[in-house]
């Protein structure tokens, strides 16, 4: 279903570039993590501060799930 969202959170720190996806279910206490290993193509959209990243300044490993963002876009 093309309609649906996973939003995912990840606090950088600035400096680092390189982010594994993932998505969390549940809240509180227990919440539970689950890799995103291998990511539909194409399917995938960053955005850092809120304002969201051209294909161009990203790149997905599609067999691994890490995301590579450009040089200057932390």
Same mark, same amino acid.
């Given at each position: 279903?093309?309609?649906?969202?996973?939003?995912?959170?990840?606090?950088?720190?600035?400096?680092?570039?390189?982010?594994?996806?993932?998505?969390?279910? $549940?809240?509180?206490?227990?919440?539970? !993590?689950? /890799?995103? #290993?291998?990511?539909?193509?194409?399917?995938?959209?960053? *955005?850092?501060? $809120?304002?969201?990243?051209?294909?161009? !300044?990203? /790149?997905? #490993?599609?067999?691994?799930?890490?995301?590579?963002?450009? *040089?200057g876009a932390v």
């Amino acid at each position: 279903d093309s309609t649906r969202v996973a939003t995912l959170l990840l606090a950088g720190d600035g400096t680092n570039r390189v982010f594994a996806l993932a998505k969390t279910y $549940g809240t509180g206490p227990a919440p539970y !993590r689950r /890799a995103i #290993a291998k990511p539909v193509a194409g399917s995938v959209r960053v *955005a850092v501060d $809120g304002v969201e990243l051209p294909g161009a !300044r990203f /790149a997905v #490993a599609a067999a691994t799930g890490l995301v590579t963002l450009a *040089a200057g876009a932390v």
